[in-house]
Each structure stands twice: as structure tokens, then as C-alpha cells.
């Protein structure tokens, strides 16, 4: 057996990664904030403790979707070893989640066109876990690609079946 320890991952994500999730974010909390006002207007008498609760919906909605991204930013890092890949995620729920090199079948890049405006990329190590991928999400879309030669040559190097 080996005396591989895993220690918290040292690499946080690119730090343009805030911008594309706050950008995220707002895509999704601008249009269900504004909906719960025009239904305010259109729909009721306005009655102003209605009036009250919506307001503080919308405003919350809006600092969800400004605090969510600095909030994920503090706590996602990523590391990659020699032995394996491994993320670490969540604010109340930390979510470890772990690729060893020997069962690695694939490793994609991927930018998306809202990614490609801030120059970060996504990084998915496939195995044939049930749980899915590991996804290291909003790096440099150089340091990606460097990630992905990297992982590429050493999963051909280390000895395994991938399964």
C-alpha cells in the first residue's frame, strides 16, 4: 500500500474566474429579480408590505449573485501530482474529489464563448468512476493547455489499466 497523503489542493482558480461567475450569476438573478418586480407591478394592488418582501427578494437575488462568485473563489482549489488529480469545492460542504493518474482514460479542454472574453478555460479529467469527471474549472486558458500536456504525458507514463 502506498504512503501517499493528500493534502488541501494549493492552486486556487484564475482570479478573472469572479468576473465569469459574477457574469453567471447575473445571466441567471437579473431576469428573476426583474420578474418578481414586474410581477409586483403588473399583478398586484401594491401593497407595500408585498412591496417590502420583493424588494428585499431582488436586492438579495442581486448580492447573491455578487457575493456567490468571491464566495466560490475562496474556497475551489485544484492540485495535480505525480500520483493524482484532485479538486476541492463547496462553501458549507467541502467536496474532495480525486483522479488517480492510473485510472485517467481522458483529459479534455473546453472554453466557452463567455470564457473565451475573460481567457479562461475548463479542465476535465475523465475516469471510469460512477461519480463522473473531476472538472477544474476557470483557469488561464494557457495554463489549461499546459495542465492538459502535462496530465496527458504523465498518465502515459504510469502504469495502469484506466478502468
Not at 28 to 36: E, F, K, Q, R, T
Amino acid at each position: 500500500m502506498s504512503a501517499t497523503r493528500l493534502r488541501p489542493p494549493r492552486h486556487q482558480v484564475d482570479r478573472r474566474a469572479v468576473a465569469w461567475w459574477t457574469v453567471q450569476w447575473l445571466i441567471l438573478m437579473v431576469p428573476v429579480a426583474g420578474a418578481s418586480v414586474a410581477a409586483y407591478w403588473l399583478f398586484t394592488e401594491r401593497p407595500a408590505l408585498l412591496g417590502a418582501v420583493v424588494t428585499v427578494f431582488a436586492a438579495g437575488c442581486l448580492a447573491l449573485a455578487v457575493a456567490a462568485p468571491r464566495a466560490a473563489y475562496r474556497v475551489e482549489r485544484w492540485e495535480v501530482t505525480d500520483q493524482a488529480v484532485y479538486t476541492r469545492k463547496g462553501w458549507v460542504t467541502h467536496t474532495w474529489r480525486v483522479a488517480p493518474m492510473s485510472r485517467i482514460q481522458r483529459v479534455d479542454t473546453a472554453r466557452g464563448p463567455v470564457q473565451r472574453l475573460f481567457g479562461l478555460a475548463d479542465v476535465t479529467v475523465t475516469t471510469a468512476s460512477s461519480a463522473g469527471a473531476v472538472k477544474i474549472e476557470a483557469l488561464d486558458h494557457e495554463v489549461a493547455a499546459e495542465l492538459a500536456e502535462r496530465l496527458t504525458a504523465i498518465t502515459q507514463a504510469t502504469a495502469g489499466d484506466a478502468t
